[in-house]
């Protein structure tokens, strides 16, 4: 991400607006390359479980409060491990405790194929 994206998302964070990163057109662009390309439209913890789900949103692992620099990383360069992971609902759930805050958007729905260089 550009130093201009961190900085408007660091703005929205700190005024407790950081929901609207999830209409941003680099994050809906991502998170369908992630979803659909990566991850087969297929929740990863119900697959880690050998059962199948649907995947309804993209989940940051290191949640986007905490780590804004990793909001646009597919891959943790820390960890080398994924930073976005496709889930269903309710494996979603139980990643965020503090399930008040809307705290990862559920991506946009057009099924459409986007190109992704
Ligand atoms: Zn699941
Ligand atoms: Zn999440």
């Known amino acids: 991400m550009t130093r201009a994206q961190l900085a408007r998302l660091r703005a929205l964070i700190d005024a407790g607006q950081e929901e609207r990163f999830y209409s941003w057109r680099e994050w809906k662009r991502l998170s ?3 979803r659909l390309r990566l991850d087969n439209n297929e929740c ?3 697959k880690e479980r050998g ?3 649907p995947a309804e949103i993209v989940h940051h692992i ?3 409060r905490d780590r804004p620099d990793l909001a646009l990383s597919i891959w943790d360069p ?3 491990e994924r930073q976005l992971v496709s889930l ?3 494996c979603h759930e139980l ?3 503090e399930r008040l805050r809307p705290a990862c958007a559920a991506t946009a729905e057009p099924l459409t194929e986007e190109r992704w260089d």
Do not use: N
Request: net charge positive; proline share 5%; with cysteine.
């Open 95 to 97: 990643e965020h405790p």
């Open 51 to 53: 059962k199948y789900a």
């Open 78 to 80: 820390d960890t080398k």
């Open 44 to 46: 990863q913890k119900c």
């Open 88 to 90: 269903c609902r309710s």
């Open 62 to 64: 290191k949640h986007l």
């Open 32 to 34: 369908l390359h992630v």
